[in-house]
C-alpha cells in the first residue's frame, strides 16, 4: 500500500487505569528515516512503540504503517514490521536456531531464504557457533542479539527497535548501527528509542522528545537546538532543558553524603 | 534459626503469592492480604461444620446411628493424611512453576537467609496458602464429632492434620529441591538424548511423591495393616492415622507412640528438606549444546498432515515446551498419576484384575479418565504456557485461525500415542473382543479432539501469561469451568455407550445399537469440537488484537 509517510499518528492517546502513558501524541516517520523516540524512564516511548505495532489498543487517536490502519490491519501490519522489544522474553528452552527458524515460519519464510538469512545474520553478529545452543544459556547480550535477528529475518519495512542497544558488546552495536543506515538507504524505515543521546544524535535523522506521555519537541537536532534557543549545546543538554530533570548537581550531592 | 526472619518471610511469601495469582482489584482489594485467606477459612470452617451436623442429624434421627458413627470414626482416622495429600497435590500442580532461569535468579538466593529459615517459611506459606482444605476437613470433622460423641479424637485429628499439612508443605520443598538437583545434574550434559532422559526422571521423581502422598494408597495400606503396629512402622506417612485410629481404640499407649513418631517425621522431613535446599536449591544455568549439526531447514511430518509452516512452526516449539521445560513436566505427569493412583490400589484386590469383567471396565474407566483429563489439562494450560514469551506470537502475522489450528494439533499429537499405549495395553491384557476394542479406540479418539478444542476455548480466554511461583498458565475461572465443562462433554460422548452397557437393550439387535452409539458418540463428538472451534478463533481474535497489559 503506498502512502506519504511509514508512520502517521494522530493524537494518540493511551491511558492505563488513571496513568496517561500517553497523551495527544502525534508524529510522522519518513519512508527511509531513522527516527529516535527520546524521554526519561516511563515518559511512554514503549508504550507508544507498542501501539505503532496494534499490540496495544489505543484510547484515541489514529496510527497508520505504511498506509495500513494499525487496529484495522493488525495482521498486514506485523508482516512489515520488525520488532525488538526492551526485554525480549524469548523461548528459553529452544536453541537459538530452533527459535530463528520458528520465528522465520511464522513468517512463512522460504527453507532457501530461511538458511541464507539466518546463516548470514548469526554470522555478522557473531552467534555461529554457538547457534545450537539453548537460548537459557544466552548472556543479555547475546539474547538481544538473537532478538535482533529475529526482527530482521523477514525484511521489514519498518523497524520498532525498543533499546535495542541494551547489553550490545560495541562491536555488535556498530554493526546494528551501520545496518540500520545501510537499510535506511534501501527504504527501511527505523523507529529507535534510547537513552544514549550520543547514539541518538549520531543515526537518528529526527527525533522526538517524550515526558509524561506527551512529545515535547521533535525535529532533527540542530532544529530542536534552533528553537530551544540553546545553539551549539549537546543533545544531552537539551534533552535536560526540556524534560526538566536539568539540575542534578543537588541530587548527587545528597546521594555522595 | 531467627523466628522473626522466618516469621517476615513467611508474610513475604504469602503476600507474594496472594498478590501474583489474584486478579482482584478496587474495593474488592483486601482479599489480596493474608487475612483473607483466614476469613475464607472460617467461612469454610463454619459452613462445613453446620452442613455435617445437619448430615449428622439425619443419620441420628433415622435408623442410620451406626453407619453415621462408622462414618465419622473413619473421617476422624482418614482426615490427616488425606490433607497431607491434598496440599501435597495442589504444591505439585500449582507451586513448582518457577523456571530454571527464574529460580537461579530468585532475590531470595541474595538475602542473607539460613535454608531453615527458609523451608521453615516457605512451607508455612504453602501451608497457609492451602488452609482452607484444612478449615473444611476439620469444620466438618467436629460437626461430626459432636453428634457422635468423639470431640477429643477431633482434637487429635485436628494435631495430626496440622503436623500431616506440614509435612505435606515440607515435601513439596523436597521435590523443588530434587527438581532442580535432576536438572542441574543432567543440564550439565548436552544432546538430545539428555533432554529426554531429564524428562523422564522428572516425571518418575513427580509420580514417585505423589505415589507415596496418595491416600487411596495409604488407605488401602491402612486397611492392609490395620491392627498391626509392627507393619505400620514401616510406613511412615500413616502414621498420623494411626494414631487416631489408636486413640479411637482407646489404646493410648500406641496413640502417643503414632503420635511422637509423627513429630519425630515433621522434624525429620524438615531437617532433610533444609539440607536439601542447602545443597541444591541454586541450579546454576549453564549452555547445553543441544546438537552438533549445521542448520538444515526441512519441511517434517508435520506439513504432511496439512500444517502450514507458521502451524508446524507452532507445534514444534510446543512439543519442545512439553519435553525440555521442568515446570511442564508435571503436567506430563498427569496421566500415569491419575491411571497409577486408580489402578494400583484395584491391582491390590483379585477383582482389580483386568482379567475379570469388573476390573476390564475399571481399567477401561481409569484409562480413560487419564486420557481425557490429560488431554483437557494440556490443551487448557497451552496458550498460558507461552508465558512473557508471548510477545514473539502477538507481533506475528499469525491469523486466529492458525493459531487454533495448531494448539489443537499440537495436544491431538500429543495425546494420540499415550491413548494409542493405553489401548494396546487394555486390549492385550484384558483379551477384549474386537468390537469393544474399537469403541473403546473410538472412544480415545473422541474425547481427545472433543477435550482438546473445549480445553483451548477456555484456555484462550482465560490465560495466565503471569510467570510467578505459582503460574497457573490459566486462571482459575478457566480452569474450574473447564474441569466441570469437560467432565460434561466426556459424559456425553460416552453415554450412547454407558446405555449400551448398562441397559443391554434387548429389544433391540446388539450389533445395530452398537453402530447407532458408535456414529452418535461421533456425531456429539463432530457437534462439540465445530462449536468449540468456532468460539477458539473468536477468542483468538480478541486475545491477539492486544497485549496483555
Known amino acids: ?257 | 534459626m531467627n523466628l522473626k526472619t522466618t516469621y517476615q518471610l513467611t508474610k513475604v511469601l504469602t503476600y507474594s503469592q496472594l498478590r501474583a495469582t489474584s486478579r482482584i482489584r478496587g474495593r474488592l482489594d483486601f482479599l489480596r492480604r493474608p487475612s483473607a485467606i483466614l476469613l475464607i477459612d472460617t467461612v469454610a470452617f463454619v459452613g462445613a461444620f453446620l452442613v455435617a451436623q445437619k448430615l449428622a442429624s439425619i443419620f441420628t434421627t433415622t435408623t442410620l446411628t451406626s453407619m453415621g458413627s462408622s462414618l465419622a470414626v473413619q473421617v476422624m482416622v482418614d482426615l490427616p493424611i488425606f490433607l497431607m495429600f491434598l496440599v501435597m497435590l495442589s504444591g505439585l500442580l500449582w507451586e513448582l512453576s518457577y523456571s530454571f532461569s527464574f529460580t537461579s535468579t530468585d532475590m531470595i538466593n541474595h538475602l542473607p537467609i539460613t535454608a531453615t529459615e527458609y523451608v521453615l517459611a516457605s512451607s508455612a506459606s504453602v501451608a497457609f496458602s492451602y488452609s482452607v482444605y484444612v478449615a473444611v476437613g476439620l469444620g466438618g470433622a467436629l460437626g461430626l464429632a459432636l453428634q457422635f460423641g468423639l470431640i477429643y479424637a477431633w482434637v487429635m485429628t485436628v494435631l495430626m492434620s496440622l503436623v500431616g499439612v506440614l509435612i505435606g508443605a515440607l515435601g513439596i520443598e523436597a521435590l523443588r529441591a530434587f527438581t532442580n538437583r535432576a536438572s542441574s545434574l543432567l543440564y550439565k550434559r548436552s544432546g538430545r538424548a539428555v533432554m529426554i532422559l531429564r524428562l523422564v526422571v522428572l516425571i518418575a521423581v513427580f509420580v514417585f511423591f505423589q505415589l507415596i502422598f496418595n491416600p487411596t494408597i495409604m488407605l488401602s495400606l491402612l486397611g492392609s495393616i490395620a491392627g498391626s503396629v509392627q507393619g505400620a512402622l514401616y510406613f511412615p506417612l500413616v502414621w498420623p492415622s494411626l494414631a487416631v485410629a489408636s486413640f479411637l481404640q482407646d489404646n493410648l499407649l500406641s496413640a502417643s507412640l503414632y503420635a511422637f513418631l509423627t513429630f519425630l517425621l515433621g522434624g525429620f522431613f524438615f531437617l532433610a528438606c533444609a539440607r536439601l535446599r542447602q545443597a541444591y536449591w541454586m541450579p546454576m544455568p549453564v549452555s547445553v549444546k543441544l546438537s552438533t549439526a549445521t542448520y538444515e531447514p526441512r519441511a517434517g511430518f508435520l506439513s504432511r498432515l496439512g500444517l502450514n509452516p507458521a502451524e508446524s512452526a507452532i507445534v514444534k516449539k510446543d512439543f519442545r515446551s512439553l519435553s525440555r521445560r521442568r515446570e511442564m513436566a508435571r503436567f506430563l505427569a498427569i496421566p500415569i498419576l491419575i491411571v497409577a493412583s486408580m489402578l494400583i490400589p484395584s491391582l491390590m484386590s483379585t477383582q482389580g484384575s483386568p482379567a475379570s469383567s469388573a476390573g476390564i471396565m475399571f481399567w477401561f474407566f481409569s484409562l480413560t479418565f487419564g486420557v481425557t483429563f490429560f488431554a483437557l489439562f494440556t490443551s487448557m494450560i497451552s496458550v498460558g504456557q507461552e508465558g512473557s514469551a508471548v510477545w514473539n506470537l502477538y507481533s506475528s502475522p499469525l491469523l486466529p485461525r492458525e493459531f487454533v489450528r495448531a494448539k489443537v494439533s499440537a495436544n491431538i499429537i500429543l495425546s494420540l500415542p499415550i491413548a494409542i499405549a493405553f489401548w494396546v495395553g487394555i486390549t492385550l491384557l484384558g483379551h477384549t473382543s474386537f468390537k469393544a476394542s474399537l469403541a473403546f479406540l473410538l472412544v480415545l479418539a473422541a474425547l481427545i479432539l472433543a477435550e482438546s478444542f473445549v480445553g483451548l476455548m477456555l484456555g484462550v480466554k482465560y490465560p495466565d501469561f503471569g510467570e510467578t511461583i505459582r503460574s497457573r498458565f490459566i486462571r482459575l475461572t478457566g480452569m474450574l469451568t473447564g474441569m466441570l465443562l469437560g467432565m460434561a462433554i466426556a459424559g456425553a460422548i460416552l453415554a450412547p455407550y454407558g446405555l449400551y452397557v448398562l441397559f443391554k437393550l434387548q429389544w433391540l439387535d446388539r450389533n445395530i445399537y452398537f453402530a447407532v452409539a458408535c456414529f452418535t458418540s461421533l456425531i456429539l463428538t463432530a457437534l462439540i469440537s465445530a462449536i468449540a472451534y468456532r468460539a477458539c478463533v473468536s477468542s483468538t481474535k480478541k486475545l491477539l488484537a492486544g497485549l496483555p497489559v
Not at chain 1, 527458524?101 to 512463512?108: H, I
Request: hydrophobic letters at 40%.
Open chain 1, 1 to 257: 500500500m503506498n502512502s506519504s509517510h511509514a508512520v502517521e499518528i494522530e493524537s494518540v492517546v493511551k491511558c492505563f487505569g488513571d496513568t496517561r502513558a500517553v497523551y495527544e501524541v502525534s508524529l510522522n516517520v519518513d519512508h527511509g528515516e531513522v527516527f529516535g523516540l527520546l524521554g526519561p524512564n516511563g515518559s511512554g516511548k514503549s508504550t507508544l512503540m507498542k501501539l505503532m505495532l496494534g499490540l496495544l489498543k489505543p484510547d484515541g487517536g489514529s496510527i497508520t504503517v505504511e498506509g495500513f490502519d494499525v487496529q484495522r490491519n493488525p495482521i498486514d501490519v506485523r508482516r512489515i514490521v520488525g520488532y525488538v522489544p526492551e526485554s525480549p522474553r524469548l523461548y528459553e528452552f529452544l536453541t537459538c536456531i530452533e527459535y530463528l527458524d520458528f520465528v522465520a515460519d511464522l513468517y512463512k519464510l522460504t527453507a532457501q531464504t530461511k538458511k541464507e538469512r539466518i546463516t548470514e545474520f548469526l554470522r555478522a553478529f557473531e552467534l555461529e557457533g554457538r547457534e545450537n545452543e539453548m537460548l537459557s544459556g544466552y548472556s543479555q547480550g547475546m539474547r538481544q542479539k538473537a532478538a535482533i535477528i529475529a526482527a530482521l529475518l523477514h525484511k521489514p519495512k519498518l523497524l520498532i527497535l525498543d533499546e535495542p542497544l541494551n547489553g550490545l558488546d560495541p562491536r555488535s552495536a556498530k554493526i546494528l548501527k551501520d545496518l540500520i543506515h545501510k537499510l535506511a538507504d534501501e527504504g527501511v524505515s527505523t523507529v529507535f528509542s534510547t537513552h544514549v543521546l550520543e547514539i541518538a544524535e549520531a543515526i537518528c535523522s529526527r527525533v522526538a522528545i517524550m515526558h509524561d506521555g506527551r512529545v515535547l519537541a521533535q525535529g532533527s537536532v540542530a532544529e530542536l537546538r534552533s528553537k530551544a534557543g540553546m545553539p551549539g549545546s549537546t543533545l544531552e543538554e537539551l534533552f535536560l532543558k526540556l524534560t526538566g530533570t536539568g539540575d542534578v548537581r543537588e541530587i548527587v550531592e545528597a546521594l555522595a553524603r
